[in-house]
């Protein structure tokens, strides 16, 4: 899922591997893995796919991004929780991709 996510709407920059992505996701506290999350995709993007993947990743939130530390812009700014909020779109670029692979996990 997070590969095709990846493909449709270039979610990450290639410093980052969806692998890297998927072992933060499912750790229970983001500050203890290594990797830096560098993202391609717009925040408002990024903010809407934080929503949309809640449900299946329960530290996944934009308070938890922001305490890391490890998610970084697409313009080398540190990701913080008020950035999601306020990049918090109903209609982002790509959404109806974004939804057709998330609907995949229902």
């Not at 329960?58 to 306020?86: C, D, M, Q, W």
């Amino acid at each position: 899922m997070l590969k095709l996510v990846n493909l449709k709407i270039d979610l990450l920059d290639n410093r980052t591997t969806v692998e890297q992505l998927h072992e933060l996701l499912l750790a229970k506290d983001f500050t203890n893995t290594e990797s830096q999350i560098y993202l391609q995709c717009e925040t408002t993007q990024f903010s809407y796919l934080v929503t949309k993947l809640k449900p299946f990743f329960i530290y996944f939130n934009p308070t938890a991004i922001e305490r890391s530390g490890k998610f970084v812009t697409k313009t080398g700014t540190l990701l913080k929780a008020n950035n999601l909020h306020k990049n918090k779109v109903h209609n982002p670029k790509e959404k109806e991709e974004i939804d057709k692979i998330i609907q995949q996990l229902q």
